[in-house]
């Protein structure tokens, strides 16, 4: 293996070991370095990953398919390398997606750089990965910071289609993405025989929070919902988190310090209301929204200011409001909150709510084993198959 910020120096030292061992009066010329070395960024979407926590603190599972796609064949991504003292140096000079043959199907980005812009900073590189974002930011060498990609990262979320017959960016599919973001913190890389450097695996993080209601279909008794939505949901959010400029400001596998500790809202962003969540197949009420902030500093809003969920249950003519809070006591992992505490919507949560209708009232029960009304979910790996194999879902 060729440690690479000596690269230049040992091929030097080997041309000089080569010359004077000859018994030619002519010296060799030294090899020269390369104009350009490949680097390689993987994409872990193995399905053991840890990205979604369960209630066994440590122990998570994978997204769906859908909450994991990256536009790769529209080539939605950027990658964008920093120095130790996240300064933008450049980027790429080409890429491609590429694939193991192993079991594990992990995917990754293969790229060209320049040596000179390796050379530049001591072939020691942080690594930034956006996807999904549909535009990207311009970012200048030497004059573009990590924090400077957070403070551009604002995007506008639409709660419907046009005339209002679609679901806008509510719900996930194959032509609607999560925006995501991922960096790999600064290391020194080295390079085998064939100029090439693994960057090492990347974590990704989304940008939204999904949000899924369903009746309590263990007890046969309970009516059905006919309607649920949102009094309020954010028409603006970050794709990037402000603050973040490493790998440990958002990853740290464990329940109550994951992802970041408080929603990144832009200013003067404006709610939509009584937003509609989209029936799915199985009969569940669901729609993916940007983080809202419940509690400023340490006091929750005003019952009329927060984010809350209405329902409406067949042949009942009236609402019922479902809070983000804990209406039962938290599993034990969950040390930070306690019961009846309200809770913001943060980027890659879902919160999940079983309801049932009462004569006089309505239950909301946190399913804690082998659920929790929050379940984490930092994973990207698909789901797959005993044999390894990627599982496609049918389209809904």
């Given at each position: 293996?060729?440690?690479?910020?000596?690269?230049?120096?040992?091929?030097?030292?080997?041309?000089?070991?080569?010359?004077?061992?000859?018994?030619?009066?002519?010296?060799?010329?030294?090899?020269?370095?390369?104009?350009?070395?490949?680097?390689?960024?993987?994409?872990?979407?193995?399905?053991?990953?840890?990205?979604?926590?369960?209630?066994?603190?440590?122990?998570?599972?994978?997204?769906?398919?859908?909450?994991?796609?990256?536009?790769?064949?529209?080539?939605?991504?950027?990658?964008?390398?920093?120095?130790?003292?996240?300064?933008?140096?450049?980027?790429?000079?080409?890429?491609?997606?590429?694939?193991?043959?192993?079991?594990?199907?992990?995917?990754?980005?293969?790229?060209?750089?320049?040596?000179?812009?390796?050379?530049?900073?001591?072939?020691?590189?942080?690594?930034?990965?956006?996807?999904?974002?549909?535009?990207?930011?311009?970012?200048?060498?030497?004059?573009?910071?990590?924090?400077?990609?957070?403070?551009?990262?604002?995007?506008?979320?639409?709660?419907?289609?046009?005339?209002?017959?679609?679901?806008?960016?509510?719900?996930?599919?194959?032509?609607?993405?999560?925006?995501?973001?991922?960096?790999?913190?600064?290391?020194?890389?080295?390079?085998?025989?064939?100029?090439?450097?693994?960057?090492?695996?990347?974590?990704?993080?989304?940008?939204?929070?999904?949000?899924?209601?369903?009746?309590?279909?263990?007890?046969?008794?309970?009516?059905?919902?006919?309607?649920?939505?949102?009094?309020?949901?954010?028409?603006?959010g970050f794709m990037?988190?402000?603050?973040?400029?490493?790998?440990?400001?958002?990853?740290?596998?464990?329940?109550?310090?994951?992802?970041?500790?408080?929603?990144?809202?832009?200013?003067?962003?404006?709610?939509?209301?009584?937003?509609?969540?989209?029936?799915?197949?199985?009969?569940?009420?669901?729609?993916?929204?940007?983080?809202?902030?419940?509690?400023?500093?340490?006091?929750?809003?005003?019952?009329?200011?927060?984010?809350?969920?209405?329902?409406?249950?067949?042949?009942?003519?009236?609402?019922?409001?479902?809070?983000?809070?804990?209406?039962?006591?938290?599993?034990?992992?969950?040390?930070?909150?306690?019961?009846?505490?309200?809770?913001?919507?943060?980027?890659?949560?879902?919160?999940h709510y079983v309801?049932?209708?009462?004569?006089?009232?309505?239950?909301?029960?946190?399913?804690?084993?082998?659920?929790?009304?929050?379940?984490?979910?930092?994973?990207?790996?698909?789901?797959?198959?005993?044999?390894?194999?990627?599982?496609?879902?049918?389209?809904?």
């Open positions: 293996m060729w440690i690479s910020k000596t690269l230049a120096t040992i091929l030097t030292i080997l041309a000089m070991c080569v010359a004077s061992a000859c018994s030619s009066d002519t010296p060799e010329a030294a090899p020269a370095v390369p104009d350009t070395m490949k680097l390689r960024l993987y994409l872990d979407f193995d399905i053991s990953s840890p990205t979604r926590a369960t209630p066994a603190q440590g122990d998570y599972q994978p997204g769906s398919i859908y909450e994991n796609m990256i536009d790769f064949d529209g080539k939605d991504f950027m990658v964008l390398f920093f120095d130790k003292d996240d300064n933008y140096v450049g980027s790429f000079t080409d890429t491609e997606i590429k694939a193991t043959d192993d079991n594990r199907k992990r995917t990754f980005i293969e790229g060209s750089v320049s040596s000179t812009l390796l050379e530049g900073c001591d072939y020691t590189l942080k690594v930034l990965l956006l996807a999904n974002w549909g535009s990207y930011p311009a970012a200048g060498v030497g004059l573009t910071k990590i924090t400077d990609i957070a403070d551009m990262s604002a995007f506008d979320f639409e709660t419907s289609d046009n005339g209002g017959d679609g679901h806008g960016d509510l719900i996930v599919d194959d032509t609607h993405h999560i925006p995501m973001f991922g960096i790999i913190d600064a290391k020194t890389l080295v390079f085998d025989n064939d100029m090439t450097a693994d960057l090492g695996t990347m974590h990704m993080l989304r940008a939204f929070a999904k949000i899924e209601v369903e009746a309590d279909t263990g007890n046969s008794s309970v009516k059905t919902l006919d309607k649920v939505f949102m009094n309020k949901v954010n028409r603006r990037f988190p402000p603050g973040v400029t490493c790998e440990s400001d958002y990853r740290k596998d464990n329940f109550n310090d994951d992802y970041t500790s408080a929603p990144s809202i832009p200013a003067d962003t404006p709610t939509d209301a009584d937003i509609p969540f989209v029936k799915t197949s199985d009969g569940k009420w669901v729609i993916y929204v940007p983080e809202f902030a419940n509690i400023i500093g340490n006091e929750t809003l005003e019952e009329n200011d927060r984010a809350r969920i209405g329902v409406r249950f067949s042949g009942i003519d009236q609402t019922f409001w479902i809070d983000f809070k804990y209406y039962e006591t938290p599993p034990s992992y969950v040390t930070s909150l306690k019961k009846g505490d309200h809770f913001n919507i943060m980027r890659n949560n879902w919160y309801v049932s209708k009462h004569p006089e009232s309505i239950e909301v029960k946190l399913d804690v084993t082998p659920y929790s009304s929050v379940v984490l979910e930092p994973d990207f790996g698909l789901d797959r198959d005993e044999d390894g194999n990627i599982i496609t879902p049918a389209k809904p």
